[in-house]
């Protein structure tokens, strides 16, 4: 961070009531001008005084017991599905609440079981009629099942406690506290009654600048077992915002009968692996068009106060997604989300229809790192160097920091460091903020949900790890950094305009078979997939991992399987002999050895003709060919890590046939990423690690020189003119 | 082989013209009392005086170029699909022969194109109308084709080398040699020039008292390519049993049109990983009775001139099956096939509906093995041990070699080492041929297939490795030699009749998902699903291995997951939390450890409640759980070995809840067996391995004492009268 100049503004941090002096302290330190305010406290009226904007979180559907436990009518749903329970042939009792935590829910008997529940007899996958089944407060008794069936109950549940709420209980090891109940909104007591309350909020706390919604009015799918252990969570999952009142406004829009199992989906939830269903992605919409209009009531009436409005991404955000095009319409001032890693930090800065974003960094100043022995100092290089790379391509307009100011204030480093990167931050923001950094191509990611889940496609839950996906979600995190344009299509998208594709170099596919990031039956769809090898055979770009556009039709698994050169073994082509198994050098692995694959690809071999780059335990895990005009490469999985970042952007290059380029706005270390941007005509060299690293910069063809950055370090440069 | 008595009988050897007299010396070595003739000499008639049998082989569709090309009509023919060729949208060509040898086939362009070919566009799945294409002699054209759309052709060829001869020729490096042409006996003219060739060649060689039919009618498919590698190989495939004679009567018996699909099957051509099709079941039920009948005619012939008939099980033997009902209405006297290990020793000597089968041995006796460095005795030791265990379960009646004799004589050891085998095999086969070896329970194997695959699950070409199927043939290999009775049933056998389950102890499915071993679109038949859980509730004991009644239904990818306690993650379940993962001990485990799951399984996790008894790399790949009054055993993969057989044997004993017996007729030594005959009073104990083995084994209940084996012994031991 050498160059380092004192700058202000940015920055926001958390206070307290017991720490004003000191947070006046660190405002001038990081040069912060916004204030958090604290939950459950008074705001300190000296802090009024700094001049700093004043955020206050504002919870839509809680926090107001007194009103929820006077309308249980109007507690929030949400639906579940029973485990399955095997029929022994005689009359079977189904327990409606086995593992799940009866603190969270309470099943709702006040809507009409036999309207609103479903009971499915999943051997045959048929529905039960009504009179084939009775309930009572606890389970439902299927009198004469047939023998050696399974069943399972879809029923509707009030959150009878906030599962965010409760999340933090036990997490925190909460104790003598009230349980918050959630009430909903969209119902037309809780709404004139939650707008009444915005409006008191307002008047209460004249000196809030800024009203940060947490969130709206829906909840991600969150449940909890018996034991308060996490059950299910699905951070885009839409089934705790439905009720009969929502649901018989989505029957008149849709014009057709809703089916519980839209929602329940086998007991899948609609995850974001799962192929949607139309019915589903209808759903989607009417809620988001429903949450929009209603989000934009009370941003109204933030605004009529002189507020302004900003939205936490997360918690109730359902029906909010910010990539949908009903979201500019709600008029927020601003989003403000949780910083994971680059993946996330695109997340929230490639937001477009507000007039800022702001990324809340990590480590939050809680307890578990704020110890003696912790060091947060690590943390928050990682979370920079990580989130960098990802502001250098989309910036932030703010950053900020949360938890307990008092734990920060004992790490002095820590207290230091913050200041070093709240100026680096501010010094990157002025340069490229507006400015379009330099692209090597423009690439589609494709798959079932596009925009949608742009930058959170394979998020299960925020940023969270998984054995199962991280050799996929490495690539976007690889992408959140890297010199390409990205925009994520879905089939939907292609279907609509084929045409679309001819804006982009490169399509890439990520994923598993079957599933909805590959695209399941939607690859029987002639149009889909004759636009996609025309769109190559014309000269484009193909990159696909894992198993893509994997779905088991007319001879092929992997659709595209002519165009990589590879093929999955699932058995049915165990008769056919396979002689392409020699690795090849090639302008991929150029200057790459021993790359990590991550869990890699069982079962993938390639076809005559194809370029075998690398083979695990008889695997191919990377391969190159040529399709017509065009150029694919497959890759087994691609983990995040300096080294895949380069083998990826060498693939992609390849893939356009601008192998020159390599040489061009970029370095020989793959620690070392430049950022250039033409219009302004400066550029970054960035060192991604926490060592000192030496790198050969290219910057316009044909100029290169060496560079000794020390840990972490930005440097800019000017381009001259040509 | 300690214990040996000078025995003879049982056993066949091969011979030539130039080792007369060393024939002789290693019949009384050896004890052999048959003799196979030579391809292409002349028998010498010295040993015609030896009073040996005499086997000779006999080529029912090749060895007579002179018809085959006089009537080109009735050459062998096949249907082969042309690669996937993808159109610019303008007019396309698709060359028919490419990637395939032009010496093994020619189009057929004397049976209307038209009518007996299809082009399918595999894009939509559509077929192209016969206006919307044309031909020539080496491609199809197609005038107007959708742009970015998939055509593949699906053609008829003619056999005009026949594979086996082809693949003996190239392995071999044979030169100035004449391809043999096939002809198709099916076929009228064909099928009245055999039956009087036969007669000829059994006037013209009195000296002929078994004819080996290799084989009958139809070559297994065995596809070559241009640099004359093998293409295409399945040992069970039918795709070269077809003509248009033959599709026409089929036509009328199953009173619906054929379609080349039938055959072609996406390119997968029906092999033993793909759920077959009616149709194709339809079309190998015909064709087994067909070839039945007309091999009856053969085989009446033979008995005619007093000769026995002798089938060769493997390539031309499409139709024969011989776990087809069909095949004992043949009355071929007796079956001979290749041992590769246990299971195939099980595939020749569970063979109903002949008077006695043999076995060939290995090594056979060529150059690549008795040349100087050559062990042919390892081989030979390996070899027989290996199907040593499946012969003390069940026993062919025969043993014998193949090759050159001159070769082996120039190894003393192995001459010897073959001796004492023979020696062996007489002495056990003296005691258990009749025999019922106590069996600790029966087994039913589930799959599409049932008995028409038994011993030859997973079987790509004979006895080979895959690493794809290692881990799941292992299962079998176990099996082949175990205390267990086992059964192949199908799908259909239980449909038809679901009681026939209470006839077993244990349900095994052993595979991938989706595939005809597991059972694919089969498991949405609630009848069937229901039964398979029934048994096991009311009981029954299951054992799945890899992914067991794999098909993505309903919530389920495993259909018998509640049984289980497991199930496979696709990405669907991501979102649950999976908190069972400690490993327990258990009955299963309690005397082995460090097992080799072979390939295992990913993505495997438990259920609340199972037993977890390993976990490899975040995957389970061994539990066990109960359901009702059932217990089911979960495995990831098995490949053979002597640890593996007793995890098996312990699992199954385990689902059947009878630990205990675990004291009874084994040791404890994985190496050591022990086969009882319970009504012969008499048992075995076997060291299946090459080294000394001492072992505690158990007899009786109760009963127990140490042995000390040298390397491979077998021991025999009397039971006392209780």
Known sequence: MSGREKTTGRVTIPTDIDVVPETIEVMKLWGADAIRDCDGTEFPQQLARTGAKVYATYYTTRKDNAWAERNPDE??????????????????????????????????????????????????????????????????????????????????????????????????G??????????????????????????????????VNVVRFTTFFHQFTLVFDELRREKYVDWYGYSASVSPYILERFEKEAGYAFRPEYIIDEGYYNNQYRVPRREYLDFMAFQRREVAALAREMVDICHEYGK?????????????????????????????????????????????????????????????????????????????????????????????????????????DFVDYVAKVCDEFRTLYDKVKGAKPFCFAKIA??????????????????????????????????????????DFLSFDDVLENPDRLSEYDILMNVGGEETAHTG??????????????????????????????????????????????????????LGYDKYNWEEKPHFITADISDIDFGEGMRGIYALPGADVLAVRDLSVQLAANSCEKGRA?????????????????RALLWTCGREKDILTWGTDNPHVDVHAYLDQQIYAICNNSYLPQSAEVYTREGAHFNVDLSEGELRWGEIPAE
């Open 75 to 172: 507690v929030q749903q949400c639906y579940l599905m029973t485990g399955f329970h095997m029929s022994a042939g005689e009359e079977m009792k189904i327990p409606l609440l086995q593992g799940i935590s009866p603190e969270l829910v309470q099943i709702n008997l006040r809507d009409d079981p036999y309207r609103w529940w479903e009971i499915i007899d999943r051997t045959s996958g048929a529905i039960l009629p009504p009179d084939e089944w009775r309930y009572d407060e606890t389970s439902v008794t299927i009198p004469r099942p047939r023998p050696y069936h399974e069943y399972t109950v879809s029923f509707l549940a009030y959150l009878i406690w906030d599962p965010v709420h409760m999340y933090n209980a036990v997490v925190n």
């Open 174 to 207: 909460w104790e003598n506290f009230e349980k918050q109940r959630t009430f909903d909104v969209r119902q037309p007591k809780t709404r004139a009654h939650s707008m009444r309350r915005l409006r008191n909020f307002l008047e209460a706390n004249p000196q």
């Open 308 to 412: 302004e409005a900003m939205m936490f991404l997360g918690d109730h955000f359902i029906g909010t997604e910010p990539y949908m095009e009903e979201f500019s319409t709600i008029g927020m001032d601003a989003v403000v989300g949780s910083v994971g890693n680059g993946s996330t930090l695109r997340l929230i800065s490639d937001i477009q229809g507000v007039r800022y974003t702001e990324g809340r960094f990590l480590p939050y100043f809680f307890p578990d790192t704020f110890k003696p022995g912790g060091d947060p100092v690590r943390e928050a290089k990682e979370n920079w160097l990580c989130a960098r790379r990802a502001i250098l391509r989309s910036p932030v307009d703010r950053i900020g920091y949360g938890g307990y100011l008092k734990l920060a204030l004992e790490f002095p």
């Open 445 to 486: 990611v494709l798959n079932c949900w596009g925009k949608m889940r742009s930058w959170g496609c394979h998020m299960v839950h925020h940023a969270l790890y998984q054995k199962q996906n991280y050799s996929y979600a490495g690539v976007f995190e690889i992408l959140s950094g890297a010199p390409y344009a990205v």
């Open 520 to 573: 399941g039956a939607c690859l029987e769809n002639a149009g889909l997939v004759s636009a996609l090898r025309g769109f190559i055979a014309r000269g484009g770009g193909f990159v696909g991992v894992g198993q893509p556009f994997g779905h088991r039709w007319q001879g092929h698994v992997l659709q595209l399987s002519q165009a990589l050169g590879v093929e999955y073994e699932n058995g049915d082509t």
């Open 633 to 649: 490469v497959y890759i087994g999985g691609l983990p995040y890590s300096p080294q895949n970042a380069r083998l990826l952007h």
